[in-house]
């Protein structure tokens, strides 16, 4: 019953061969994300081969060196399209280098939702918003109104 090989031993270290597909009770070691190969042949330099992360990165460095020069809303929408980037990224290529952290679906859930709540509060950002959402804006009176 169960597994002959719990502990994960391999064939050409004489272990027995599992007999179910049941995953062993202790695991050794993590396993890479679906899709976190390379994105480019391995002859290729190691830029080339991580373009995704880099592309992303560069973008919310950019962003980050806009808002530290007074210009914050424009930065953090430059942050928060570089994360939406990131899921578009991971959602079509089939491999992504070390932007793949976690499952697809995952990242593509993080990566959209943090840059979509980014892109919505520098949106909304105080003063002179460029996004009004009356529902919220009842809510925040509400709060500091009460409080």
Partial sequence: MGTQNPAGASRAQG??????RRLPLFTRDTARPEGGGRAAPG?????????????????????????????FRVGLLLVGVALIGGAVLRWLLPRVGMLAVRSRFTDIITYGTLGGAIVLLALMAQPEPWLEIPFLDDALHFTIRNS
């Fill in 15 to 20: 272990g027995a061969r599992r007999t179910t």
């Fill in 43 to 71: 002859d290729a330099p190691a830029p080339a081969r991580q373009w995704p992360m880099l592309a992303v990165l560069s973008v919310v460095g950019i962003g980050l060196l806009t808002t530290a020069f007074d210009a």
